[in-house]
DNA sequence: GAGCTCTCGTGATAGGTTCTAACTAAATCT
DNA sequence: AGATTTAGTTAGAACCTATCACGAGAGCTC
């Protein structure tokens, strides 16, 4: 919620303002996402509510798309922070999983902002990117440190070959490939949970995801 | 595209004018959807576009959003029809699975509108999860023909439990929980190829895709 | 502390949207 | 042919984003 990973110390009072205002139209529009989904939130409506008319919100951000990027930056920092304390106690594939799938539920529309539907042209960031980046990085260290017994695949050799987005990681191909199908197979279950998907089927989604789970841990 | 599933047969010539209007708003609404996404579609630009000025579309649609209920129906209904002629030759998990995979790349947008961020409030109508039901039984008779190998998991009793959603399809178990994790890994990592969040990490999704794929088969 | 400067918030305005209402004209049905 | 239904129009209300010019005040400098 706060602006993570900005510089917050020692600042003037305007600065301190500026930051305090900036933090609660976020507030204010999470509620509205939350609600209303992103594609309702309002400007003009968070200025009312803060008391104050239209146009002034502009002082704080130059539009409405940088007002839902920043959004997305703070959910996306938020993720990195869970998944970075979760790891501290102990860099576990499933104590990050069940992190995650709280993490999600917590707020399904602040999930669905990062990992749903994207407006087409829209292009990340490099702020954002560089946060994905870390929460991968932390996502293969948990998978590194699972036993090695998952069979090698004829995918493991093109994504030796490709690994860029390791960032330098020393994993072998396949800890590369379990932290990837770790990443979508359980994105698969909560995407399909958080958009409704389930609702009517009569399963437990809970269970799917654990089950899920399971299959990434022994095969 | 057109109004699969109504009846087309035998109409007044203003039924017929009507309907033919109607698909042609659909067309210049996916048009819009596929450059600009579901939340820029204005109905006042698919008016100009069709010469004629904004009010005259709610002749057709009730609302902008009966116009977007009506393209999810129609995008549910082609992806049913794309899962229907594919399982005709030949009900295998394989085609059908790279038949997704075709449909989804032929319009992003029209897959994520199906299968991406829904508005917190919305409930599908009941025409549409019937072909949500449908597409699920093609999916559960193609799964029913692979040789049964998958190892019973913790998971597949309360599935034997929970089967309202197979609706009266008597696959055992592991053939549920099999079919379930089809739709749940391919989309998983369709829907990441899709929003963009592999651009830039190196791999070919592709190759990912049908390493799940693979996966899927084997264990 | 006095004065300067910078910033915040305002109202007005332009141009966009969805959607309703009243009216006209034309096509269809009886 | 006459009555009725329907398509499309314009006008307008109530929103929205975003820009501009202005006044008031807070903060910084001397």
């Known amino acids: 919620m706060a602006e993570t990973g900005s510089q917050t110390g020692s600042q003037t009072p305007r600065e301190r303002y500026r930051a305090q205002v900036r933090t609660e139209i976020k507030k204010h529009a999470w509620e509205q996402i939350a609600t209303a989904g992103a594609s309702a939130l309002s400007l003009n409506a968070i200025a009312k509510q803060l008391g104050m008319s239209g146009p002034a919100l502009y002082r704080y951000f130059d539009s409405r798309d940088e007002l839902i990027t920043a959004l997305i930056r703070d959910a996306y920092q938020s993720l990195a922070d869970t998944f970075r304390a979760t790891a501290r106690s102990g860099a576990d594939p499933v104590a990050l999983a069940h992190a995650l799938r709280r993490w999600a539920l917590e707020d399904p529309q602040r999930y669905l902002l990062v990992y749903g ?20 990085a932390t996502l293969l260290d948990a ?77």
């Open 117 to 136: 539907t994207p407006v087409p042209g829209y292009h990340a960031p490099e702020g954002i990117t560089a946060i994905a980046a870390e929460i991968m």
């Open 143 to 219: 998978c590194a440190t699972l036993p090695a017994n998952p069979a090698p695949t004829p995918f493991d050799p093109h994504l030796d070959a490709h690994r860029t987005w390791a960032d330098g990681h020393p994993a072998p191909p396949a800890v590369l490939h379990r932290a990837l199908t770790f990443w979508t197979r359980l994105h698969g279950v909560l995407s399909l949970e958080l958009a409704g998907h389930f609702t009517g089927m009569g399963f437990d989604p809970a269970l799917l995801y654990t089950a899920e789970l399971d299959a990434l841990l022994t095969h």
